[in-house]
């Protein structure tokens, strides 16, 4: 599969309470208890950007954002006890993905699109991405990957639904964090604990596109998560 190519118009349909992200999510873990899931939006409202969210051995949370303005987006959706602003690149791949974020280093090589993955490649894009198909998706995704949810409440009374178009195993995987090696890849266990919903246990490559409804009144987020730039 090839990348999404660069945009950054918004395609949310002409409603402008609703913000759309289309590009990519990586959820693994490592020997080390660390959870990592990687955001790369080559199109979304916000332009084209990479996160990264950790989750460490010890349950805390952390994002590494790439500028403010993403930090303030993504900390008003999901729950962190600590933002960290710093340069966020993610070099996709056929065969190989390099993430550089602050102190995270990571490699990984995505296999080929699963049996379900190439059943999601089949469902028409205007039917995949409407609420309806997400509320339909959203018990069968629980069933068949504990702890994924396909729609749900965000942060700051927002409400968010993913339309999965494809999915890969990650085969192999490497990261360090601030040069210490986190160890072999792991199954995302426990599932982390950023929003309503979880990656798939199951060290995966998903395509998607979220859709984050705001709230008609309330659009500032909590602000709770400590905060730094690197």
Not at 83 to 110: H, K, M, N, Q
Not at 121 to 149: E, F, H, I, K, N
Not at 216 to 228: D, H, L, P, V
């Amino acid at each position: 599969m090839t990348p999404t190519t660069p945009m950054t118009q918004d395609r949310s349909g002409g409603r402008p309470d609703r913000m759309r992200f289309d590009g990519w999510i990586a959820g693994l873990g490592t020997a080390a208890g660390v959870r990592l899931v990687v955001g790369y939006w080559p199109l979304s409202p916000l332009g084209a950007f990479a996160d990264v969210m950790v989750e460490r051995a010890d349950g805390r949370r952390v994002l590494l954002a790439p500028s403010e303005r993403v930090a303030e987006f993504v900390a008003a959706t999901y729950r962190f006890d600590d933002i960290v602003i710093c340069p966020v690149t993610v070099e996709p791949g056929r065969e190989r993905w390099t993430v550089a974020a602050g102190p995270l280093r990571l490699t990984f090589e995505p296999g080929p699109s699963t049996a379900l993955g190439r059943l999601l490649r089949l469902v028409p894009g205007r039917l995949a991405t409407s609420p309806g198909w997400a509320a339909l998706c959203d018990v069968p995704a629980r069933l068949l990957m504990p702890g994924v949810r396909t729609r749900g409440s965000a942060g700051g009374g927002r409400r968010e639904w993913y339309a999965a178009r494809d999915l890969r195993s990650i085969a192999t995987a490497g990261a360090t964090w601030d040069g210490a090696d986190l160890g072999e890849l792991r199954p995302v266990r426990p599932p982390v604990r950023f929003g309503f919903g979880s990656v798939p246990r199951r060290p995966s490559l998903t395509r998607v596109v979220t859709t984050v409804e705001l709230a008609r009144e309330r659009r500032r987020g909590r602000g709770q998560a400590s905060k730094r730039s690197v």
